[in-house]
Each structure stands twice: as structure tokens, then as C-alpha cells.
């Protein structure tokens, strides 16, 4: 079975450029997660869906930062514009809402998108 | 608010030594999620285990194992015979309960095995 997809693995752009992470979880997996992971801040969560809705997007930096989840099988994080600071790795996870609803199963990640701002 | 502390940033052994990595969490929850994250080089992450706060029973699987302690707040990762594949950033992270699925994740440990 197919993990989680990501792309583009690497993206460079300058700063001012617009940006759009893609991700695609795993077939079933009813909520998906972007994480950022950065040297300063370690690996912090974004922005997390569950059935396409968002649920909780306190982690999202500023209004610069986007992300939608069209359908059960797409996602974006768009950054827009870019800047030098965003420049980190972005994590998209899928997991499963555990029988019961109390809760949600492991998460598994995807590769990750090495983005740099220049 | 929820926490995960790993104190030890780096570590390194050599090769066929056995290692733990320490992770202490704080949660206000009493249902609630820890896992062990491996990030090797490639950068991808790979899960290696979850438990939940019902179950205290250790674990082991092949050369790893896992010591679960309420009292201490603890849930510590040994390496019996490390190998130098075993060289990895490991995270130790921890979930709650529905409405607050997120993962919140230690800073991590970078193990080095020397050969």
C-alpha cells in the first residue's frame, strides 16, 4: 500500500514567490497533518484536517500561510509570498480515527518538501 | 499544555554497546499517546511505536525495547547491540484525546554508532 505522498521533494525559490506543498495520504485516513520542522523550533505542527475540515490551525504562522484540503486525497500548503524564513522542511501525515472516537491512530509521515527561500 | 523533554541531545556509543534514550512528558490528560519517531539521514520519519497511557507493560521488539513508567511520566527507548544503521535523530512524541489529535514532539536525540 502507498504511503504518504508528497511533492515537490525539494523546491527553491526566492523570497516574494508563491509556494504550494502537495500531499496526498494515505487511501482511507481520515486526518491529515502538516508539520514544519526547523533547526530553531524542531517539528511544529501547522495545521491539521479531519474530513477535509480544519480542525485546529493555531500553529499556522501568519496570514501568509494557506492550506486547503479539497477532497480526502489532496492537500496544499500554499506560502504566499515566501520568504527567507520559511525556508524548512514541511511533513504532511495521515492517520485514522481510532474506533471509538477517542482519539486518532499513528500517524505516518511522508518524505517531506525541503523548501528554501532565497 | 503538553510537553515532551529529552535531555539528552546527542549521543554516541560504539558499535554493539547497548543505549537508552530518555523522554519525560507532562500532560494534564489521563488518556493520552507516546511514540518513538527514528529519523534517519534520508530525513524521512519513521514510526516505531505507540502505547497508550493504559497500558504500562514494556515492549520489545527484536534489538529494541520500550520502559513505560506513570510515576516517573517516563517512556525511555533502548538499544540492545546497536549497529551503526541505528545512527538516526530518535523523537519521542505524545497525543491526547479526540479534539486534540496533534503530536507534540520532543527536540530529539541524535545517536551516533561508532563502528
Given at each position: 500500500d502507498?504511503?504518504?505522498?508528497?511533492?515537490?521533494?525539494?523546491?527553491?525559490?526566492?523570497?516574494?514567490?508563491?509556494?504550494?506543498?502537495?500531499?496526498?495520504?494515505?487511501?482511507?485516513?481520515?486526518?491529515?497533518?502538516?508539520?514544519?520542522?526547523t533547526?530553531?523550533?524542531?517539528?511544529?505542527?501547522?495545521?491539521?484536517?479531519?474530513?477535509?475540515?480544519?480542525?485546529?490551525?493555531?500553529?499556522?504562522?501568519?496570514?501568509?500561510?494557506?492550506?486547503?484540503?479539497?477532497?480526502?486525497?489532496?492537500s496544499?500548503?500554499?506560502?504566499?509570498p515566501?520568504?527567507p524564513?520559511?525556508?524548512?522542511?514541511?511533513?504532511?501525515?495521515?492517520?485514522?480515527?481510532?474506533?471509538?472516537?477517542?482519539g486518532?491512530?499513528?500517524?505516518?509521515?511522508?518524505?517531506?518538501?525541503?523548501?528554501?527561500?532565497? | 499544555?503538553?510537553?515532551?523533554?529529552?535531555?539528552?541531545?546527542e549521543?554516541?556509543?560504539?558499535e554493539?554497546?547497548?543505549?537508552?534514550?530518555?523522554?519525560?512528558?507532562?500532560?494534564?490528560?489521563?488518556?493520552?499517546?507516546?511514540?518513538?519517531?527514528?529519523?534517519?539521514?534520508?530525513?524521512?520519519?519513521?514510526?516505531?511505536?505507540?502505547?497508550?497511557?493504559?497500558?504500562?507493560?514494556?515492549?520489545?521488539?527484536?534489538?529494541?525495547?520500550?520502559?513505560?513508567?506513570?510515576?516517573?511520566?517516563?517512556?525511555?527507548?533502548?538499544?540492545?547491540?546497536?549497529?551503526?544503521?541505528?545512527?538516526?535523530?530518535?523523537?519521542?512524541?505524545?497525543s491526547?484525546?479526540?479534539g486534540?489529535?496533534?503530536?507534540?514532539?520532543?527536540?530529539?536525540?541524535?545517536?551516533?554508532?561508532?563502528?
Open positions: 502507498a504511503g504518504v505522498i508528497q511533492s515537490p521533494r525539494h523546491e527553491v525559490t526566492e523570497m516574494g514567490q508563491e509556494v504550494t506543498l502537495r500531499c496526498k495520504p494515505i487511501s482511507g485516513h481520515d486526518y491529515l497533518f502538516w508539520y514544519r520542522q533547526m530553531m523550533r524542531g517539528l511544529e505542527l501547522l495545521i491539521y484536517f479531519n474530513n477535509n475540515v480544519p480542525i485546529d490551525d493555531s500553529g499556522m504562522p501568519e496570514d501568509r500561510f494557506s492550506a486547503k484540503m479539497p477532497n480526502a486525497s489532496f496544499t500548503l500554499k506560502i504566499q515566501s520568504e524564513r520559511d525556508s524548512a522542511v514541511y511533513f504532511c501525515a495521515s492517520s485514522l480515527r481510532l474506533a471509538g472516537g477517542v486518532t491512530d499513528t500517524q505516518y509521515f511522508g518524505p517531506g518538501t525541503r523548501l528554501t527561500v532565497l | 499544555a503538553q510537553k515532551v523533554t529529552q535531555a539528552q541531545t549521543i554516541s556509543v560504539v554493539k554497546e547497548d543505549v537508552t534514550l530518555d523522554c519525560v512528558y507532562e500532560t494534564r490528560d489521563t488518556t493520552y499517546y507516546l511514540f518513538w519517531y527514528k529519523q534517519p539521514p534520508s530525513g524521512e520519519l519513521v514510526f516505531l511505536i505507540r502505547r497508550n497511557s493504559f497500558d504500562e507493560q514494556n515492549e520489545i521488539s527484536g534489538r529494541y525495547s520500550w520502559n513505560f513508567q506513570k510515576s516517573t511520566s517516563s517512556f525511555n527507548f533502548t538499544i540492545t547491540a546497536s549497529q551503526v544503521v541505528d545512527s538516526a535523530v530518535y523523537f519521542c512524541a505524545l491526547q484525546n479526540f486534540n489529535e496533534k503530536l507534540t514532539f520532543g527536540t530529539g536525540t541524535r545517536l551516533t554508532i561508532i563502528p
